[in-house]
C-alpha cells in the first residue's frame, strides 16, 4: 500500500498528459529513421552484391541485314570463348522477349523492336566480383567485338553506394538528435514537476528521506510516462512499415527495397522504446539529483 | 563540545544570499528533554530559527552543533540521518492532500523504509492517541483545521524525534484548543522530546511554566527562565 504509492502526486501533473505524446512521437521518428537507415544499408548490399558481379555488354545495331548476321556470329564466337573463363557463372545474350520486357517501362508493351536500332546486350554474371575476370572480358571483347561496350555498373553503383551511405548516416544522426531532444525535454518536464511540488520534496528532504529516495518518484514516473509513450510510437510505426511494406511489395520492384528485418533488426527497432524509457527515467533521476543537490 | 547538549548556537549568523542578517550572533543552547518556548513578532526570524534546527539552511557564520555534530561539517549524507531525529509541525501543516491521515503521518516510516506492517500499527496507535481513529483513511481536505493539525502532530512524532520544532502551532486554534495543544506538547516532552514552541502568542505562553526566549530584530534573548532551567541564552558580549 504505502510501497507503490507514488506519494508525490505527479500524476495531477499538465506534463503527465502530454509527455507521453512528446515520447510516442520521439520514438516514431527515432524508428522510422531506424528502419531508413537499415533498409537503405540492405539495399547498398544488395545492389552491391548483384551488380560488382555482373557486366552487360553493348554492341549498337546495323541497319543492313548482312552486317546484323556478321555481329551475331561474332558475338557467338565471343560467348563461347567466356564460358571458358574461370569464374563465369553465366553468359547469355538477350533474346527478343527480354529485350521488350527491358524496353517496357519506357516504351510500352506493344513495341516492334525491329522497327528500332535496339542493340545486342550480352548478360554476364561471375561467380564472384573480381577485377581480374573483368579485364580478361574486356581484352577478349576489344579483340572480337572492338565496337563494343562493356557496362560494369561500377559508375553509378559507387554514386548509389556513396548516396545510401549519406542516407543512413543523416538516419541515425536523427536517432542521435531525437534521443538527445527526448532528454532535453525530461529535464523540463522533470523541472516543471519540481517546481510545482517544490513545498512536496521540500517536506521530504526536511524529514529525511535520501536524495535517491525523492529521485525514485520522479523517474519512476518519468519511466510509466516513457514506457506508454514508447509503446504507442513503436505500434505507430509498426502500422507505417506494414502499410509501406505492403505497398513496396505490389511495386514488386528489384530495384526498390523491401521492409523485411532479421530478429536482431527487429531486437534493434524494439529497443526504440526500452532505450527512450531509460533514458527518461535516467534523465529525470540526474535532473532532480543535481536540483537536490543544491539544498544543505 | 559538551555532547550533553542537544543544540548548541555559537555567534551564529545567517543571512538569504547577499541580504542583510537575518539572525544576528545568536548564542544558544537546549539540553536534552528541555521544553522552550520562542515568541517574537512577524518578521523577527523564528522561523528562520526553527529552519536552522531542523537543517534547511547552515548557518552563514558562526557554528551550530545539533546532536552534538557541527552541521557546518557534515556532508549531505550525513546531515540526513540527523534530519530523521527532528520532528517538524509546519504552521501550515503540509499535509499531502492525496494521501490518507494514515498516510500521511506514515511519511516518516515509509520513507526510511520500514516495513508496512509495522508502519500500519504504529500508525494507527498514534491516530487513535490523538483522537483520529475514525479518520485513518481520510484525506486532509475532508478534515477540519484542528483534525489536520492533529495530524500534522502525529506526523511529526511517529518516528519517536529526539527534537520536535513547532512552528506557531496554535496559530489558527482559539485559545482553549491551542492550550490543549501545548498539554499535549508536555506530554511527549515527559516522555523524552525536546520541544521548541515558536508563538506569537504571548498570553498563551505565559501560562506555561517553561524557558521563553524572544527574537527581536534577529538577535536572540532570554526574557524567562523556569527554576532549574535547562537552557542558557547569551546575546552579543554575554
Known sequence: MFGNRNDVPLDRDASSRFLPWLIAMMVYLATMSLVIALTMNKLANRWDQGLSSSLTIQIPSESSESKRSAIEKQLKLFISKIEKLDNISKVEQLNDTELNKLMEPWLGKDILLHDLPIPYLISIELDNSSAKTIDEIKALLAQDIPQASVDDHQRWLGNLLGLTKIIQIIALLVVVLVGGAAALMVILVTRMGLAIHRQVVELFHHMGAHDSYIASRFQFHALKLSIVGGLSGLLLAGITIASFSSLLGQANSAVLPTLTFSAGEWGLLLLMPLSASLIAMMTARLTVLRSLALMP | ?238
Open chain 2, 1 to 238: 563540545m559538551d555532547f550533553k547538549l542537544l543544540v548548541r548556537f555559537q555567534d551564529v549568523h545567517l543571512r538569504y544570499g547577499s541580504g542583510p542578517d537575518v539572525l544576528h550572533q545568536v548564542n544558544l543552547t537546549l539540553a536534552p528533554g528541555s521544553f522552550h518556548f520562542m515568541v517574537g513578532p512577524s518578521g523577527a526570524g523564528k522561523s528562520s530559527l526553527l529552519r536552522l534546527m531542523y537543517l534547511a539552511h547552515r548557518p552563514s557564520s558562526g557554528r551550530l552543533s545539533i546532536f552534538g555534530r557541527d552541521v557546518s561539517q557534515q556532508d549531505r549524507k550525513e546531515l540526513t540521518m540527523l534530519r530523521r531525529r527532528i520532528g517538524i509541525i509546519f504552521q501550515d501543516f503540509r499535509l499531502l492532500d492525496h494521501l490518507t491521515a494514515l498516510e500521511n503521518v506514515a511519511l516518516p516510516l515509509t520513507i526510511t523504509g520500514q516495513s508496512l506492517d509495522k508502519v500500519r500499527r504504529n500508525v494507527s496507535e498514534l491516530l487513535s492517541w490523538v483522537g483520529l481513529a475514525d479518520y485513518l483513511d481520510a484525506k486532509p481536505p475532508t478534515l477540519s483545521g484542528g483534525q489536520q493539525q492533529r495530524v500534522a502532530i502525529a506526523r511529526a512524532v511517529i518516528a519517536r524525534p529526539s527534537l520536535l520544532l513547532a512552528d506557531e502551532p496554535t496559530g489558527n486554534l482559539d485559545d482553549k484548543i491551542a492550550e490543549r495543544l501545548l498539554f499535549l506538547f508536555e506530554e511527549l516532552n515527559k516522555r523524552g522530546t525536546t520541544i521548541v514552541v515558536a508563538s506569537h502568542n504571548e498570553g498563551l505562553v505565559n501560562r506555561f511554566n517553561h524557558p521563553v526566549f524572544k527574537i527581536v530584530n534577529g538577535e536572540v534573548r532570554l526574557i524567562r527562565n523556569e527554576q532549574n532551567a535547562t537552557a542558557s541564552i547569551t546575546t552579543d558580549g554575554a
